[in-house]
């Protein structure tokens, strides 16, 4: 007797063709993708990228120009407050009230979706432990770490209990270590099947966060697949950096040619792809080069989007 297969669950949001203009100017150009229960998907692109108004679009603040969305299977156009109701959404900017403290942030926040004032505080003691803040429940906002505040903007976010949680470069100007515990929270979060859609520029984030990615630039999707895919598919198992004395590397012309699969000529290094980083090391001094570092590591995400874009993120 032969099991049936599991039925293929429908996307939590499905997009075919979706663009946004403001006037002459295309800020997402006919773009396609899904984004499954569960998953945790990202956009990862530059700063005007068209990441953010994508995401708008995601949480019915601003409508599409053309194409096709479907959100938790309805249309942003006609279903928009229905939506929202089942969103939760973590803004680029921190958007909490400085007059309340950290606990009636949560609860007055639970209010607007029509939750009893009992139901809110409840959902409120446990968010503030899941985001480590319960010490400072009866804190104002203002003293807050931008960590915290960060961590409390999610917690504010949970409050609906949402079937997608939306994340807006969730750690843009926090400090490694707090950047590292708010990565924790939304990997538990990832854990009890919230689905997360995040944007970010950090290749770092995208790597750590993300089970499945797209890759914007200039308004357009140009690569889409999981981290590890992406690197597989368009980078080398190992890159080389090579930084040469002031005046050294404008003078090098082809006297790389050939070591590697594939170089990058950067403002300050030289980047060299290749299956074996000690093997091009090796055959660079050979040649007779003396770079003043050598670094030897494996591909990132930085080098996917140097290959597809011919730039870096913070170019």
């Known amino acids: 007797m032969t099991s049936n297969p599991a039925p293929v669950q429908a996307p939590l949001i499905a997009a075919r063709g979706l663009t946004k203009k403001f006037g002459s100017f295309t800020a997402v150009d006919a773009i396609d993708f899904d984004v499954a229960p569960g998953e945790s998907f990202g956009f990862l692109g530059p700063n005007g990228a068209g990441k953010t108004s994508t995401m708008r679009m995601i949480g019915c603040v601003s409508p599409i120009t053309a194409g096709e969305l479907r959100i938790l299977g309805l249309d942003p156009g006609h279903d928009g407050p229905r939506i929202r ?141 999981s981290p590890r895919e992406l690197i597989e598919r368009y980078s080398s198992r190992e890159v080389t950096e090579l930084r040469f004395p002031v005046g050294v590397q404008e003078e090098l012309g082809d006297k790389l040619d050939g070591i590697g699969d594939r170089l990058d000529h950067l403002p300050d290094r030289v980047l060299v792809y290749s299956e074996d980083g000690e093997a091009v090391s090796v055959a660079v001094h050979e040649r007779g080069l003396r770079p003043e570092t050598v670094l030897v590591r494996r591909s990132s995400l930085e080098d996917v989007f140097l290959r597809l874009t011919g730039r870096t993120l913070v170019d």
């Open 85 to 225: 109701g089942r969103l939760g959404v973590v803004p680029q900017q921190d958007s909490l009230d400085t007059d309340l403290s950290v606990f009636d942030n949560l609860v007055i926040y639970g209010r607007y979706f029509g939750l009893s004032r009992a139901e809110c505080a409840r959902r409120a003691t446990e968010l503030l432990e899941f985001a480590q803040l319960s010490d400072r429940a009866k804190d104002m906002v203002e003293p807050l770490s931008g960590g915290m505040k960060r961590r409390l903007t999610i917690a504010r976010a949970l409050v609906n209990e949402p079937s997608i949680l939306l994340l807006d470069e969730p750690t843009t100007g926090l400090d490694p270590q707090a950047r590292h515990l708010l990565w924790d929270r939304l990997y538990r979060l990832k854990q009890r099947g919230v689905t997360l859609v995040l944007t970010t520029h950090y290749m770092d984030e995208a790597e750590q966060l993300c089970d499945r990615l797209v890759v914007m630039d200039k308004a357009k999707i140009v690569a889409e697949g």
